[in-house]
């Protein structure tokens, strides 16, 4: 009797640390220390229950949801599929929504277009979305397109949005505009150019390339609003496509390298990262014929990058 008299208190007493330690994982969160909150988390989860014995023992849920959401926000995409395998089927439906809405971000960030497809469609029909989560999902839809390079089905998917979502606000006009442009669908991106805002550079972008505007006066517009705004990079983007345009490599590479170093940019933005080589290769080519230097004589072209004094060129 004493032994389980023991043993409720030490359970308890469990329940109640445990209890403060997620409380504390939630104010490290809010603090803005993700990483701090999520090696708390790791420390002090329960084990996961056994489903049929426990279904929700010591709010191991209320763990789980706080650890997915620290994951996302520290980009440790495989460790959220790795967990979604664990979930019981039996799980609280609330706890499905969200995990399944975890594991499409992560898909989507790992390139993976069909199989996010495929978990957003049991994400829409097998739950009652509200409609700022059936909004979100469908637009994830159409990031999947995108990310397959088919700018087509992406349409497609775009004009049903908006006949289901209207009025379309202007950011996600933009973002159509933007995908559309990346996959050089300019008539169809024409679709929202009436709907952007007169500020938002998608619509200088869209106009650049869909001729209304010329690439020298879109460069020119741009680097001025970078005056404003230096870690612009979608004003970056536009120098840097004008330049393309212009066949202005040297411009190209300065627009570039100031995009991809830019606050507000994607990290490793794999299309910009290969244009950036690829100019880099024509000017060294240039460079490198202006001084008669021979393809494969390593020691004179470092010799040639130390010696001068055009920075770019060096590079």
């Excluded at 389980?4 to 490290?28: E, P």
């Excluded at 996302?72 to 039996?90: C, D, F, G, M, V």
């Excluded at 390079?149 to 497609?156: G, L, Q, S, T, V």
Aim: glycine share 4%; hydrophobic share 45%.
């Amino acid at each position: 009797m004493r032994a389980l008299a023991f043993l409720c208190f030490l359970f308890g007493s469990f329940s109640v640390f445990a209890a403060d330690s997620l409380q504390t994982a939630l104010q490290l969160h809010q603090a803005g220390s993700p990483r701090l909150a999520l090696a708390r988390v790791v420390r002090d989860q329960p084990p996961q229950p056994d489903p049929a014995a426990q279904p929700d023992a010591a709010g191991w849920y209320d763990w789980e949801s706080l650890r997915l959401t620290l994951l996302s926000e520290t980009q440790q995409t495989t460790e959220i599929l790795a967990r979604a395998k664990r979930y019981p089927n039996n799980a609280p439906r609330d706890f499905q929504q969200k995990a399944l809405g975890h594991q499409v971000w992560a898909l989507l960030e790992l390139k993976q277009s069909v199989a996010a497809r495929l978990a957003l469609a049991r994400l829409l029909w097998q739950f009652e979305l509200n409609p700022a989560d059936h909004a979100w999902a469908r637009r994830l839809v159409i990031r999947s397109y995108l990310l397959e390079h088919k700018p087509a089905e992406a349409y497609r998917a775009m004009l049903r949005y908006q006949q289901d979502f209207q009025p379309l606000p202007q950011e996600v006009s933009a973002e159509f505009v933007q995908g559309l442009l990346a996959e050089a669908a300019v008539t169809e991106a024409t679709t929202w150019l009436a709907e952007l805002d007169a500020a938002d550079p998608a619509l200088l972008a869209l106009r650049m390339q869909a001729g209304l505007v010329g690439p020298e006066a879109a460069s020119d517009l741009a680097r001025a609003a970078l005056q404003k705004q230096p870690n612009g990079a979608s004003y970056s983007a536009i120098v840097a496509q004008a330049a393309e345009m212009l066949k202005d490599d040297r411009r190209q590479i300065e627009a570039l390298e100031q995009g991809l170093n830019s606050a507000d940019i994607a990290a490793g933005d794999a299309g910009q990262i290969q244009k950036l080589w690829q100019a880099y290769q024509r000017e060294a080519e240039r460079l490198g014929n202006l001084a008669q230097a021979l393809r494969g004589d390593d020691m004179a072209w470092l010799a040639l990058a130390a010696s001068t004094e055009d920075r770019l060129g060096a590079r």
